[in-house]
């Protein structure tokens, strides 16, 4: 049974930093690229970044240099490191490894 398992989220003032995780059990982790979304009250689920099982990044452009994702393969976990988080980037955060889901973090921005 494939499970993704996000944690980290929360409550943090304008300028602050949060580092997501995307744990994972029932796949086999190495092989796979995985993906960060968000979904922010009334708008569509969008693709924050996404690294492949080779570690190559994409990032949407408008996160760029402010987000990094990375991987451990050992610890069978992804990661989203956000920084300089400003209100609008207040959302709940899924991972995605194929056609799995994880069940979202809240990530609040306010102050």
């Known amino acids: 049974q494939v499970q993704l398992v996000e944690s980290g989220g929360g409550l943090v003032q304008p300028g602050g930093s949060l580092r997501l995780s995307c744990a994972t059990s029932?796949?086999?982790?190495?092989?796979?690229?995985m993906g960060w979304y968000r979904q922010a009250p009334g708008k569509q689920r969008e693709l924050v970044a996404a690294?492949?099982?080779?570690?190559?990044?994409n990032y949407a452009d408008s996160l760029r240099g402010r987000f990094t994702i990375s991987r451990d393969n050992a610890k069978n976990t992804g990661y989203l490191q956000m920084n300089s988080l400003k209100p609008e980037d207040t959302a709940v955060y899924y991972c995605?490894?194929?056609?799995?889901w994880g069940q979202g973090t809240q990530v609040t921005v306010s102050s």
């Open positions: 995605k490894i194929m056609q799995y």
């Open positions: 029932g796949i086999i982790f190495r092989i796979y690229g």
């Open positions: 690294i492949t099982a080779g570690g190559t990044t």
